[in-house]
């Protein structure tokens, strides 16, 4: 059996169709969940201390792409390698281990890089923002899963 150019035209103007379709889904999925101002709401406020300018905080799983720093918040921003002791990665989560420790990055945000970062990791509703000291002595934030 063979398809005829016409048939197969549209075969190909129907999967890119299909193709478009699925990208604008996905992105406006992304962008509702993750950006937009509706559907998020914290359940306690969020505390941000906006009289500092830059705050430090260590990432170790998403937030390491550089490509995803800037769709969240508008910049790849610079980062340091780090690592926090006491610690062991566990799926989306860190959680206490003596002899443990885990890899990640520091990055140093203003307070609206902050905000938007809370929104991202859906502060109050997924996840928690604690200080912790690093390695190096320096203490930072970092998002940690609420217990369910």
Known sequence: MSLKPRSMRHLVYLFLLLLLTALISGGTYFWYTFMSPYGYAPSQPVVIDSRLERQDVFVYGTLRQPWLRWVIMGSPLETRPAVLPGYRKQELDIVPADSASTSGEVLTVTP??????????????????????????????????ISE
């Open 112 to 145: 609206e890089a902050l905000k938007a970062l809370d929104r991202y990791e859906r502060v109050g509703v997924r996840y928690h923002r604690d200080n912790v000291k690093l390695a190096d002595g320096s203490i930072v934030w970092v998002y940690r899963r």
